[in-house]
Nanobody, 124 residues
Framework: QVQVAESGGGLVQAGGSLRLSCACS????????MGWFRQAPGAEREFVTA????????DYADSMQGRFTISRDNAKNTVYLQMDSLKPEDTAVYYC?????????????????WGQGTQVTVSS
C-alpha cells in the first residue's frame, strides 16, 4: 500500500521561496512517476509539475517554468518542490500525487495516489 504525505507549506511574502516535501511510504515508491498539483479556492485542481521515476524527465506548467523545480531522492522516498519568486496567485493547497507509469501526465485522473495537501499562502 502506497501513501504520500506533503509538508512544508506556510505563509510567505511575494518574491519569497518555499520548499515542499512529499514523503512516500511503500516499497514501490521509487518506481512511481510523481507530480505536484494545486487547487485554489473555487478553482479546479491544476497541474504544476511532474518527474519520472528516475528523475530523467520533468514537466512543468508554463506559469511555473523557471520558478519551480521538482526533484526526488529515491533513497529517501521523497519528492521535493522548490518554489522561488512566489506570487500571490500561487496561493493554493498543493498536492503530491503518484502514478504507476513511466510516462508523465498532467491529468488529475491519471494519478493513483494522493496526499492530503499542504497550504501555501503568498502575501502581497
Amino acid at each position: 500500500q502506497v501513501q504520500v504525505a506533503e509538508s512544508g507549506g506556510g505563509l510567505v511574502q511575494a518574491g519569497g521561496s518555499l520548499r515542499l516535501s512529499c514523503a512516500c511510504s511503500g516499497r514501490t515508491c521509487a518506481r512511481l512517476a510523481m507530480g505536484w498539483f494545486r487547487q485554489a479556492p473555487g478553482a479546479e485542481r491544476e497541474f504544476v509539475t511532474a518527474i519520472s521515476w528516475n528523475s530523467g524527465t520533468t514537466d512543468y506548467a508554463d506559469s511555473m517554468q523557471g520558478r519551480f523545480t521538482i526533484s526526488r531522492d529515491n533513497a529517501k522516498n521523497t519528492v521535493y518542490l522548490q518554489m522561488d519568486s512566489l506570487k500571490p496567485e500561487d496561493t493554493a493547497v498543493y498536492y503530491c500525487a503518484g502514478r504507476w507509469a513511466r510516462e508523465l501526465s498532467r491529468k488529475v485522473d491519471e494519478f493513483d495516489y494522493w496526499g492530503q495537501g499542504t497550504q501555501v499562502t503568498v502575501s502581497s
